[in-house]
């Protein structure tokens, strides 16, 4: 099913309000900070992870919509980052995207049959007006809609179905490739479905390669190939969706998918509780970027970040193989920080004395 490596980012920054200019001493906002990946010819490649972690701007820069600040993107053996004329022409036929809101990202002033047409226009110019109506209506066809729906406008139907119209729009231009940034998050629960088995069944019929980008696990668990769980800007974990979600060694993912129901029996009791908040990209924590919400944080987690590593399977914890034998620990109670638990550990290896002050221990340095 996967075959040869289709698109490949190496080491892709992408920091907003790095530029300097007169807001300067404002810190970037770190979106995307060092994100290596290769997705494979026809296989369904999932990226998970909360919100603001930097998924569509990953997304944006692997199309060229958005600059790289640093790294680079292949697609095919083109470099995207420098594709000029022709060269960007054709991959921006090649790559096209899906969006979130179907609402929004269709010209309301368009007729479905103008907005799938358009991209007909730029990409087969050579097509008679004749010609180019029977391709938008066996592009209709092809997402679960009627010919004559060409004559309508978006207000006209429902949210899946306008997604469908977006999905059609996206096949026009016979892309290799499509992205769908949280595609259904929009939609009804009951029409999701159906927009993930006709991605599901475009990919399988047309050879399509599919990136699609979720914040829970719970959309793209049954949809995907492999797996990518992304924390504030950076992959923690990749790999066969299979291992990842039935064997996740991250602890950010063990509670993403403690988050999600379970269906097949897993043990629950075993996923640990995420602590806080998504920290904020601008001042991310040191280390280990995942260290102050992470119930197995130990000191070195919050001076060494770790690296991605592993052949199939892909973690970034210094820790994991010991977590994955060993119990959760009993402290996750809310009040107890991250800090809260290094001191205690500073205390233990350097002698010092901990004060025990509204049930929170800190150390006294
Ligand atoms: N154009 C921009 N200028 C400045 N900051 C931005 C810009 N676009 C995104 N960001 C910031 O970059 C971070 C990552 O945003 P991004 O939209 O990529 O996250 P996401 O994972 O797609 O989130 P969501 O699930 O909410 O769509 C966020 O902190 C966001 O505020
Ligand atoms: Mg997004």
Redesign the pocket.
């Given at each position: 099913m996967s075959g040869d490596v289709i698109l490949e980012a190496v080491n892709v920054v992408k920091h907003?309000?790095a530029n300097g200019g007169w807001l300067s001493n404002k810190r970037p906002?770190q979106?995307v900070d060092g994100v290596s990946v290769q997705i494979r010819q026809g296989e369904t490649f999932a990226i998970v992870?909360?919100?603001?972690?930097?998924?569509?701007?990953?997304a944006r820069v692997l199309m060229r919509l958005l600059e790289p600040t640093e790294g680079s993107v292949k697609f095919d053996g083109t470099d995207v980052s420098h594709a000029q004329g022709n060269d960007l022409k054709s991959l921006r036929g090649d790559m096209q995207f899906v969006f979130q809101d179907p609402f929004s990202s269709l010209n309301p002033r368009m007729s479905v049959g103008r907005l799938v047409g358009e991209p007909l226009e730029v990409h087969a110019p050579d097509l008679t007006p004749q010609e180019r109506r029977t391709r938008v209506a066996a592009l209709l066809r092809k997402v679960g809609l009627r010919a004559e729906h060409a004559d309508h406008y978006p207000h006209e139907f429902s949210g899946g179905q306008r997604q469908r119209i977006g999905i059609a729009r996206a096949l026009a231009a016979e892309p290799r490739l499509i992205i769908g940034d949280?595609p259904v998050s929009a939609l009804d629960v009951s029409v999701q479905a159906q927009v993930i088995n006709l991605l599901a069944d475009l990919r399988r019929d047309l050879g399509l390669t599919l990136v699609v980008?979720a914040?829970d696990l719970g959309v793209i668990r049954h949809m995907s190939d492999r797996v990518a769980v992304m924390y504030l800007g950076r992959f923690v974990e990749v790999g066969d969706a299979e291992d990842v979600l039935s064997r996740p060694r991250h602890p950010y993912t063990q509670a993403l998918m403690a988050a999600i129901p379970m269906m097949d029996g897993t043990d629950r009791e075993k996923a640990p509780e995420l602590l806080g908040e998504l920290p904020n990209?601008s001042d991310p924590p040191s280390g280990c970027r995942f260290h102050t919400r992470c119930p197995y944080a130990r000191p070195l987690c919050q001076t060494e970040s770790p690296a991605l590593t592993g052949e199939a399977h892909q973690t970034a914890c210094h820790f994991w193989e010991e977590i994955a034998g060993a119990p959760v620990p009993a402290p996750t109670r809310k009040s107890e920080t991250a800090e809260a638990r290094f001191a205690l550990y500073r205390a233990a290896t350097t002698g010092g004395t901990v004060i025990h002050n509204n049930n929170s221990p800190t150390a006294e340095d």
């Open positions: 907003f309000g906002v979106a992870g909360e919100s603001g972690c930097g998924k569509s701007t990953l949280e980008i914040h990209p």
